[in-house]
């Protein structure tokens, strides 16, 4: 029988790199990023990944109007970059900070009526009639 090659597997960092040339892919995995609740370097490695994408660090550097050295420490793994810089980088990616709500874990019970609080609701009992006496 004869033994059929096997193709070489595209290489995982230059067809990361080819997608995250694009604002939204880009944006698409940052935001995955930041729901890694499990790993708090994941978005710094992700962002890592955009700036690379992006020209590198001396590229975005020069366009965020950063040192590059410091761009490189921010973007290091014991990295912590400040606001400022966060947007400054994420600018010259051709992305922009935003904010946004959670989403209610439990919106179905919020719409029949439920409340999301762990106290237990308070009832207050009603009676069906009340007779108040009138002033004669």
């Known amino acids: 029988m004869k033994r059929e090659s096997v193709p070489p597997a595209v290489p995982a960092k230059n067809y990361l790199q080819k997608r995250l040339q694009d604002p939204v892919t880009a944006a698409a995995y940052l935001?995955?990023?930041?729901?890694?609740?499990?790993?708090p370097g994941a978005f710094l490695q992700a962002l890592r990944n955009v700036t690379d994408a992006q020209g590198g660090i001396g590229t975005v550097a020069?366009?965020?109007?950063?040192?590059?050295?410091?761009?490189?420490?921010?973007?290091?793994?014991?990295?912590?970059?400040?606001?400022?810089?966060?947007?400054?980088?994420?600018g010259a990616s051709g992305l922009r900070l935003e904010?946004?709500?959670?989403?209610?874990?439990?919106?179905?019970?919020?719409?029949?009526?439920?409340?999301?609080?762990?106290?237990?609701?308070?009832r207050i009992k009603t009676t069906s009639r009340v007779r108040v006496p009138t002033p004669e």
């Open 31 to 39: 935001n995955a990023a930041v729901e890694d609740d499990d790993d």
């Open 99 to 122: 904010v946004t709500p959670k989403a209610p874990p439990q919106a179905s019970l919020r719409s029949r009526g439920a409340t999301s609080s762990s106290r237990p609701s308070k």
């Open 62 to 90: 020069n366009i965020a109007g950063l040192n590059r050295q410091q761009l490189y420490r921010t973007l290091s793994a014991r990295g912590n970059p400040e606001l400022r810089s966060l947007v400054k980088i994420l």
